[in-house]
Nanobody, 124 residues
Framework: QVQLVESGGGLVQAGGSLRLSCAAS????????MGWFRQAPGKEREFVAA????????AYADSVKGRFTISRDNDKNTVHLQMNTLKPEDTAVYYC?????????????????WGQGTQVTVSS
């Protein structure tokens, strides 16, 4: 059974940086992608970034491209999301996800395991 545990959320001023981490356990050969989604109050959950677990390949939402970087540490089964130049509109609960879907898909239906979420708040 795949389990995901996020960490690294918090409160930061606009223009600042945060680094989120997602520690995975129980990954199987069918898990091909790990990603980050976020959900702001009153809004739907939206795609942020994704990375292939094996090989190369990353994808980003247009709203974070150039500011966020997703990376992985296979030795530690951990995926990171480095968030720079944060904006108040980045405020949301950020969820780590894993699943069999292709990394370039931006839909949450390609993921079958979700973490509990970590709050990111960006003040203006």
């Amino acid at each position: 059974q795949v389990q995901l545990v996020e960490s690294g959320g918090g409160l930061v001023q606009a223009g600042g940086s945060l680094r989120l981490s997602c520690a995975a356990s129980g990954l199987t050969s069918s898990t091909s992608t790990m990603g980050w989604f976020r959900q702001a109050p009153g809004k739907e959950r939206e795609f942020v970034a994704a990375i292939r677990i094996r090989g190369t390949g990353t994808a980003y939402a247009d709203s974070v491209k150039g500011r966020f970087t997703i990376s992985r540490d296979n030795d530690k089964n951990t995926v990171h999301l480095q968030m720079n130049t944060l904006k108040p509109e980045d405020t949301a609960v950020y969820y780590c996800a894993a699943g069999p879907g292709a990394f370039w898909r931006r839909s949450h239906d390609g993921y079958d395991t979700w973490g509990q979420g970590t709050q990111v708040t960006v003040s203006s």
